[in-house]
């Protein structure tokens, strides 16, 4: 059963007095029934906090918090029928994988048998079956991972919470943990709550995707809005791998009239304002042209395999920009850059806000 | 022989003389308590008994007298037994307890407290000697066996305290967080998840109990009465009820008695009480 989830006002301070720090300033999330939400920020920009006052483990300071219309504030973790999954996974050492997974129903007092028909269809669901004598210590990374979801699952809880599941896991992995973490996602329907700090993590699994920086909710959409409709310089910069190009300089004129310049060139680029504006612009939508007016000098040179990075260095700084792994272009050469009209990202010099 | 042999057969030569040291006044007392009078006047120190002769023992355990007392040391073992097996338990229990909240349920104050707790583990015993002569006497429990386990259980609980507490500040917050969200209690969290990781530091805390409660001659001198001396004292006025001669032999193989249980312990449990001390964080 999914349930929604409503967050309004909340604010968390830690301390008294000169020495408290507000940790959470005024957050409000409204989470619709079956979505996956994902909170992404910088360490120390209150996501896991956030995330604790969700589960209970954390009262907040003020603000109202309701799980499928029910305020659970001041209501014991236990009782707000939500499950999550921790980073260092905290399973129970001393129980065997099935008690581990069995451990809440138990809690609840659910008969036993039950509980073993319950345990035997999480198993199955997560192919673990066959680990279900063992201690947690006798697993694998990627198998405690499984047997943390499977502790979660089990209840059938109102809601997921998942506290940076992926971060203790290698690269390989991570990724085929994703992928699992999307599918149970899909499979089961439930309301999900996952905190992050990997971008790419947020834009792949989320539905929407909330950006939070020093307690503060930047911005909240789409994976696809954030992306291509960052609303300030800083979730541009931190959403999309590697960052977004930002050319700082002056707008002016309108429409086919319209000019961007800035230090060692002119674009003619409509802005939607004439003022002191920066250009956000991604590696993927700057393009290498011999014939080019603004110029820069290779420095870099960055094959992944599908694609190959060129870090060109210019008079407003490094840009990075998207070619095909084809590219001659070799580092110390001198190259042209060009940008067309689509995809252009206007934001305030002064504010660092998204303009039009 | 090369350097590394060299430096190899100095570690040993160095542990050698270290295992002499100790093992050496152990095998003068046993082979004393197996000879017989004679062979204690006549023969040498280190030379070995003309045979087990167990006379010593049985005397030292059933019939030496202590004035005109002539139990041996077996009222004396036993009053020992009856104090250390509860103080242990309940002192253990207790730190046990202790360290799990000042771990894992802070409370405003809970650090200071425990601060305050560690004072118990470097005071010296004898400022508290009359003090607690005192309250012993307000609660009725002046030279007897359950005021004995009384003190032991208060000074102890400084020290298990400390080792439960150090101990269970490794296992992580989430491995708490999770259970309670899993809908499990304080009590719960504590029988079911804390108690089960506790091996190692439960058979440090039992084994360090033992030997400090049992080796105890302080308190058991001061607080015992005529009914409940523990062995310890047993033994020192066994030894120094003077008579005409005096019995080596018997005196020795009492030492040993008196001695014996924290001995078997160190010997069965010994390998934990190795694990526990090295055993850092609890892996998941």
Known sequence: MAASLHIAGIRKVFGKGDKSVEILKKIDIEVAPGEFLILVGPSGCGKSTLLNIIAGLEEPTEGELRIADKNVIGMAPAQRDIAMVFQSYALYPTMSVADNIGFALEMRKVPLEVRQKRIKEVAAMLQIEHLLDRRPAQLSGGQRQRVAMGRALARDPQLFLFDEPLSNLDAKLRVEMRAEIKRLHQLSGITTVYVTHDQIEAMTLGSRIAVMKDGVLQQIGTPDDIYRRPANTYVAGFIGSPTMNFIVGQSSGSGAEGRFSFEGGTLNLPCPVTAAVTLGQRPEHIHLSDDAAWRGQVSLVEPTGADTYVGVQTAVGMITVRTAPSTLVKVGDHVGLSVSAAHNNWFDTNSGMRLG | ?284
């Open chain 2, 1 to 284: 022989m090369n350097a590394k042999n060299l430096s190899r057969l100095a570690i040993y030569a160095v542990l050698g003389v270290a295992v002499f040291f100790f093992l050496a006044p152990l095998y003068v007392m046993l082979v004393t308590s197996f000879k017989d009078a004679e062979q204690i006047r006549s023969g040498n120190l280190l030379s070995l008994p003309q045979g087990l002769n167990l006379e010593s023992w049985q005397l030292a355990w059933s019939s030496a007298c202590t004035g005109v007392d002539c139990r041996g040391l077996k009222p004396y073992f036993m009053n020992s037994v009856l104090m250390a097996v509860p103080a242990v338990l309940i002192s253990t229990a207790w730190g046990a307890l202790n360290g799990y909240v000042l771990s894992m349920w802070k409370f405003r104050g809970s650090d200071l407290l425990f601060g305050f707790i560690l004072f118990g583990v470097f005071m010296p015993f004898q400022v508290v000697l009359l003090p607690m002569s005192q309250v012993l006497g307000f609660m009725g429990l002046s030279s007897s066996i359950a005021g004995l386990v009384l003190v032991h259980c208060l000074a102890g609980m400084a020290g298990t305290t400390l080792f439960f507490r150090n101990y269970y500040t490794a296992i992580p917050r989430e491995l708490v967080n999770a259970a309670r969200m899993d809908g499990a209690g304080f009590w719960r969290i504590f029988v079911r998840i804390v108690i089960p990781m506790s091996t190692p530091i439960l058979m440090v805390t039992l084994i360090w109990q033992f030997t400090n409660i049992w080796n105890d001659f302080l308190f058991g001198v001061a607080f015992s009465g005529a009914d409940s001396k523990p062995v310890t004292v047993g033994l020192n006025n066994m030894a120094n009820t003077t008579s005409s001669v005096k019995s080596y032999n018997v005196d020795m193989a009492a030492a040993i008695i008196a001695g014996l249980p924290t001995m078997m312990v160190y010997v069965l449990a010994g390998q934990y009480f190795v694990k526990g001390l090295t055993a850092g964080a609890v892996k998941g």
